[in-house]
């Protein structure tokens, strides 16, 4: 893996990244929430563009990993902009984004600010406007009043907050109210028996995308993660596809 270096932002935020250069199209990888960059989705493609000679960008969300600032600060507006000043700083290529759950929200979002320099997007289990319909009528109450909110973590022992901050940022950023100026081609990958993210959402997020070029893929089996070696070979198969 390449060296981590560290990017500072106007405010004073260090931002963790390992780039490598290479051809095109640059693929960026935006993990999901309170994830990093060396998750096995996002360090597989990096290794793979690597060896293929391919230009990669991965990152750590300020809050997150080993990026500085505290994760109750972190909101989507907030890491689209780190990964919009990373672009223009360091990716020499049209992008390929290629977005974790949440980062598929967040890929969405970084799109649409590309504008010309977007090449393709693949989603994993896309996420979008999951403040809005991934809690109940209590949990919104509880947000909308400043609260934090805890959640059971299937990942590990520490409960999963969501913070009214990042709640906020999210209903103020939510892509599927309307169309989604988005023309590039688009895959969206999401398992059938996915318990977190329905996979329904990547069939709105298809439906909401102008572009002409879009595929939903239903994986039978796995989970939310789409993380087993099977899932791993898809993706990068359909990486490929998108040169």
Same mark, same amino acid.
């Given at each position: 893996? %390449?060296?981590?270096?560290?990017?500072?932002?106007?405010?004073?935020?260090?931002?963790?990244?390992?780039?490598?250069?290479?051809?095109? &199209?640059?693929?960026?990888?935006? &993990?999901?929430?309170?994830?990093?960059?060396?998750?096995?989705?996002?360090?597989?493609?990096? =290794?793979?563009?690597?060896?293929?000679?391919?230009e990669?960008?991965?990152?750590?969300?300020?809050?997150?990993?080993?990026?500085?600032?505290?994760? =109750?600060?972190?909101?989507?507006?907030?890491?689209?902009?780190?990964?919009?000043?990373?672009?223009?700083?360091?990716?020499?290529?049209?992008?390929?984004?290629?977005?974790?759950?949440?980062?598929?929200?967040?890929?969405?979002?970084?799109?649409?600010?590309?504008?010309?320099?977007?090449?393709?997007?693949?989603?994993? %289990? %896309?996420? &979008?406007?999951?403040?809005?319909?991934?809690?109940?009528?209590?949990?919104?109450?509880?947000?909308a009043?400043?609260?934090?909110?805890?959640?059971?973590?299937?990942?590990?022992p520490?409960?999963?907050? +969501?913070?009214?901050?990042?709640?906020?940022?999210?209903?103020?950023?939510?892509?599927?109210?309307?169309?989604?100026?988005?023309?590039?081609?688009?895959?969206?990958?999401?398992?059938?028996?996915?318990?977190?993210?329905?996979?329904?959402?990547?069939?709105?997020? =298809?439906?909401?995308?102008?572009?002409?070029?879009?595929?939903?893929?239903?994986?039978?089996?796995?989970?939310?993660?789409?993380?087993?070696?099977?899932?791993i070979?898809?993706?990068?198969?359909v990486?490929? +596809?998108?040169?």
């Amino acid at each position: 893996m %390449a060296e981590i270096h560290f990017h500072d932002m106007p405010d004073g935020r260090r931002i963790a990244f390992r780039h490598t250069a290479g051809t095109g &199209p640059a693929l960026v990888f935006l &993990p999901g929430y309170m994830s990093d960059m060396d998750g096995t989705k996002a360090t597989t493609l990096f =290794a793979w563009a690597q060896e293929q000679g391919r230009e990669a960008l991965l990152l750590d969300y300020s809050g997150c990993g080993q990026s500085s600032g505290d994760f =109750a600060d972190g909101a989507l507006s907030v890491w689209r902009d780190e990964v919009l000043a990373l672009i223009a700083a360091y990716v020499s290529h049209p992008v390929l984004l290629v977005g974790s759950s949440m980062g598929g929200w967040l890929m969405v979002m970084v799109g649409r600010a590309l504008d010309d320099r977007l090449h393709a997007m693949v989603g994993i %289990a %896309a996420a &979008p406007d999951f403040t809005h319909w991934g809690y109940d009528e209590e949990e919104r109450r509880q947000l909308a009043a400043g609260e934090t909110l805890l959640r059971h973590n299937p990942y590990g022992p520490e409960p999963t907050p +969501t913070h009214a901050k990042f709640w906020a940022d999210g209903e103020a950023n939510k892509q599927l109210d309307g169309e989604i100026p988005v023309t590039c081609p688009v895959r969206l990958l999401h398992s059938r028996a996915d318990g977190e993210v329905p996979p329904r959402i990547s069939l709105d997020l =298809a439906e909401k995308l102008r572009s002409e070029d879009v595929q939903v893929i239903l994986v039978k089996g796995g989970d939310h993660r789409l993380s087993r070696d099977s899932d791993i070979a898809l993706l990068l198969q359909v990486v490929q +596809t998108l040169d």
